[in-house]
């Protein structure tokens, strides 16, 4: 009886601590958002700059207020070309709220000319931005295609995907992303 | 970015192979050790537990995503259906699992605490595989440190919060294991100490997480079954345990 009275007093002054580090780290560990670029959910997506096929210059840091959809694709690769019309479709539908989607063609493992003519094939009209020396591809580190970052209007990765993105799920994380401040 | 192990021709994310690796060994701990968790209850349940649990939890942690975006799949509902580990609510797979249980132990009669009792080797292997799956991920990572110890991960060196999380639920593994000489415990024990310690060293190392999370939520559902797992603990150890004669107390 008397190590049955011990134990419920010992349980006490557990969950009292316990409760006192909660406040503790309340205290000295407040959450604070990282401002350190890296390919991941909760951080700053990494910045970069590449041209469309027209030549112009995007940077992704001037998109900030946007809600960025980041795809890496390649013509040969079949998921990525099964993923498009999906992409494309989204495209269109939240453009005007302020949705775009970068889709950046990994250049070095292409024959640069068929670009123009996947572009053409599957209708895209978001920009196309070519990497032809892997600069955005190893700042997000990419090891298998198709690999998509969504980025929220403050610039942070809110979700990252490698393999092809399904259309419903991207909506899904869409409606919550345009619901954040900018 | 998702780390992938190859073997022979096969390429498997790492994440994915260390929790099938740990709940296949967590089974086999169950199935070996029920004699000394749980001499009353029947071993071979234990596998068409985990199963249901399994693919209940799946269901659930799907159905739950859709459910909370209903919008998002009006239009192509199919794509509900379409496999894809994007598509899943953690939160409600958990949910479903534990209902899917214990309407199982409903239907077969199962005893509750000598279940919770077999399955807490599985539970154990489990805590132990998770961080170290997140490791090989790069989830659930620490934050920012300058101690000798840190590992450096998305662009700084950092606490490495799944190898304290690793090496306690090790260190509650190592207390728990039920030793061939030591005396059987009263039912349920074995799982609420699971329980109380595994919550307790989550309310702790919680603090030196860097992930974007609510902490304090965190903290306190860990604190929550911290005092359920006392409760239990307290309430449940008096009890005979199953090679005691009725009504001696431990």
Known sequence: MKSLSRFWWLAGIVLFVGLAWIGLTVRLFPNTA???????????????ELSDLQGTAVRLSQLRGQIVLINFWATWCPPCQAEMPALQAIYEEYQSNGF??????????EVVSTVPDFVAAHGLTFPILLDPQDKATSAYQITGMPTSFLVGRDGIIQQAVVGPINESVLRSWLSSAQNQAP | MSPTLHIGPLSVQAFGFILLLGLWLGLTLSEKLATRT?????????????????????????????ARAPQAFAATPWQAFLPSTTALDPEGGLLFATLALLIYRQRKQLPFWPMLDALTPLFFTLL???PIANLAEGNAYGRPTNLPWGIYLWGAYRHPVQLYEALAALL????????????TLPPGVRFARLLTLSAAARLFLEAWRGTPQNTLATQLVAWLLLA???LAWGLLQNRPSPSEPQGEAQ
């Open chain 1, 34 to 48: 990282e401002n350190t670029p890296a390919p991941r959910p909760g951080f700053l997506a990494p910045d970069f």
């Open chain 1, 100 to 109: 775009i989607i970068l889709g950046i063609n990994t250049t070095s493992s």
């Open chain 2, 38 to 66: 749980s001499p009353n209850f029947p071993v071979s349940q234990l596998g068409n537990l985990v199963l249901i649990a399994l693919l209940s939890g799946l269901l659930g942690a799907r159905l739950t995503f859709v």
């Open chain 2, 128 to 130: 132990i595989a998770l």
């Open chain 2, 172 to 183: 509650i593994a190592i207390w728990l294991w039920p030793r061939r000489t030591a005396p």
């Open chain 2, 228 to 230: 359920l797992g006392l």
